[in-house]
């Protein structure tokens, strides 16, 4: 006899993130989930830092190259839509990258442009071991 099990798993509810608010800029780490709120105090977004990488010339270094960080987003609306989005600061078209420190994506009408300010700690400065972080912002256009 074979039993098949299937679980079907609920997505993050608003209640469990982080509240941030549209506008202001904010920090996240890798794995950080939080729900953007809009002037009305109205949940607008939910974001997820997928992913940071940070290939950087350390501080105090001579690099030939002054290498880029970037950040992964996962980012969905009320509604259910979901989008990915990369951005990155530093030299990132050297590294094939195609992403910028801003973009802006559209949720059903509603543009946001998300603008990475960041990544922290910068590589050479002693925090080599902390986690990595992200400052963002994120408005509505």
Partial sequence: MCLLFCQCRKADTYSNLKNLQLGKEFNMGQGDKAILKGANGQ????????EIIDGRC??????IWAG?????????????????????????????????????????DVTYQFT??????????????????????????
């Fill in 68 to 108: 880029y960080a970037s950040v992964k987003l996962f980012a969905s609306d009320k509604k259910g839509e979901n989008k990915q989005l990369l951005l990155c600061t530093g030299d990132c078209q050297s590294a094939s990258i195609e992403a910028t420190a801003q973009t802006a994506i559209e949720f059903a």
């Fill in 58 to 63: 350390p501080a105090n270094s001579n690099c």
């Fill in 116 to 141: 990475l300010l960041e990544v922290n700690p910068f590589p050479g400065t002693g925090q080599d071991n902390a986690p990595k972080q992200v400052k963002l912002v994120v408005e509505k256009l």
């Fill in 43 to 50: 949940a607008a977004l939910s974001l997820e830092v997928q």
